[in-house]
């Protein structure tokens, strides 16, 4: 049997791929904070070793912001909100 068979089942298989689709946490620059708070943040937040959130910070400031994780939105979403009430600029993309 071909997908043309059975569209209903084409269209499920989209929709659950959609849905598994991983993200990205998305950090910004935001020329307020340290470059150690926000070392900080990606160590305790994003579970980050030191070299990793070091790289991250330097890229967020050098490029305006950095994918700090990337998973689901279920995932990502408890990080974004973490990091917001650092007072940090995070999303999902």
């Not at 620059?29 to 926000?38: K, L, Q, R």
Request: charged share 30%.
């Amino acid at each position: 049997m071909t997908s043309k068979e059975h569209p209903q089942k084409e269209i499920h298989e989209e929709n659950d791929l959609k849905k598994s689709k991983d993200r990205f946490l998305i950090l910004h620059n935001d020329d307020f904070h340290t470059f150690d708070y926000v070392i900080n943040a990606l160590i305790e937040i994003c579970d980050h070793d030191v070299i990793q959130a070091e790289q991250c910070t330097l890229l967020i400031h050098y490029n305006g912001k950095c994918d700090v994780k990337k998973g689901s939105i279920s995932y990502l979403r408890p990080m974004k909100k973490a990091l917001v009430q650092k007072e940090l600029k995070a999303t999902i993309d």
